[in-house]
């Protein structure tokens, strides 16, 4: 997964023009994994058909 990481990290870096100095990669890695994670936890829990979504508002 590393090796992925690090491939999305720099397409993603390329894309934005953005540098990223090898001294920061781990850091930059290590809270991609996190918000991953985080995002598989959310998108796996199950809501039942009968859930509505939530009010739009707007200010």
């Not at 390329?14 to 090898?22: C, G, I, N």
């Not at 850091?27 to 796996?44: G, Y």
Request: glycine share 0%; aromatic share 6%; no cysteine.
């Amino acid at each position: 997964m590393a090796d992925q990481l690090d491939d999305y990290i720099n397409a993603v870096a390329a894309a934005m023009a953005l540098p990223v100095e090898d001294a920061w990669r781990p850091a930059v890695r290590a809270n991609l994994d996190v918000s991953l994670r985080l995002a598989k936890l959310v998108d796996d829990f199950p809501l039942p058909d009968e859930t509505e979504a939530a009010s739009i508002y707007s200010a």
